[in-house]
């Protein structure tokens, strides 16, 4: 088989959204944006305010329902999912606003995370059975991987409210984490962050797809740090794709430039 052709399919096979639209009222927020996605890419959506990129960010965690179009991953119909079964199916979130249980210690957040990997009982859960220990030994195994992992392990016990801003979005993706995704999403995480502080965020998205082999899909308003870990990018604007390719591809794009200055490139 050819190696693009290959190529192609996997992507097609991972996460594959076509032709999608979403109307709210009058609005027209997506207007037939389409991708694919490999395994393992780390693949930066960017575009000023008002593009759609949450818009579809909402659709894959299925918050929204696209008015048509489609959306795949690992081979199934996202759109016929509800929205409890999307971390089951693989696909794990963080979000612009850190949802944290702040008044629970690090350690807490990241087990609530890892819960979602398993299914139990009330009886069981209630009377403390066998299996219902070992779930929880295994809970805090993962939960304290990932708590060293992301340089969390001093603050463990800490309340997340206690934390500086920067930690507490590393609790967010700990979390995210926890639910052990084959693609995860990460809405504006370099959102509130100093420029060296999103320095180390860059490092610990590459790490984390090194490390992990996961998939990430990156909204963010930060282009350098776009430009810096995507393998590839999609750039929206008025809710259509304008420009999809490597990095300097679409930083250069004159289209790409018009949606952010007002004007094209000379």
Not at 242 to 247: F, S
Request: net charge positive; aromatic share 6%.
């Amino acid at each position: 088989m050819d190696v693009a052709v290959a190529a192609e399919e996997d992507a097609a096979q991972f996460l594959s959204v076509r032709d999608v639209v979403v109307r709210f009222g009058g609005i027209l927020a997506l207007n037939g944006v389409g991708f694919s996605m490999r395994r393992g890419e780390i693949l930066g959506l960017i575009g000023p305010n008002g593009a759609g990129k949450t818009t579809l960010f909402n659709c894959l965690s299925r918050l929204y329902t696209p008015s048509s179009g489609s959306i795949s991953f690992l081979g199934r119909n996202l759109l016929k999912l509800p929205t409890r079964a999307i971390a089951r199916c693989g696909i794990g979130r963080s979000f612009q606003n850190v949802a944290a249980f702040a008044d629970l210690s690090v350690l807490d957040n990241v087990r609530i995370g890892a819960h979602s990997r398993f299914h139990g009982g009330f009886l069981r859960d209630a009377l403390r059975l066998r299996a219902a220990r070992r779930t929880e030994r295994e809970i805090d195994r993962i939960a304290w991987e990932l708590v060293e992992d992301l340089g969390l392990g001093a603050a463990a016990n800490t309340p997340v409210r206690a934390l500086p801003f920067v930690m507490q979005k590393r609790v967010d993706l700990a979390r995210a984490l926890a639910m052990e995704p084959q693609l995860l999403l990460l809405d504006e995480p370099a959102g509130g962050l100093d420029h060296g502080e999103v320095a180390q965020l860059a490092d610990l998205i590459r790490h984390i797809r090194d490390a992990r082999g996961i998939g990430v899909l990156l909204v963010e308003h930060h282009v350098d740090l776009v430009m810096s870990v995507s393998d590839r990018v999609v750039a929206l604007s008025f809710g259509r794709k304008i420009a999809e390719g490597p990095p300097a591809a679409v930083r250069n794009d004159a289209r790409v430039v018009e949606a952010y200055l007002g004007k094209r490139a000379p």
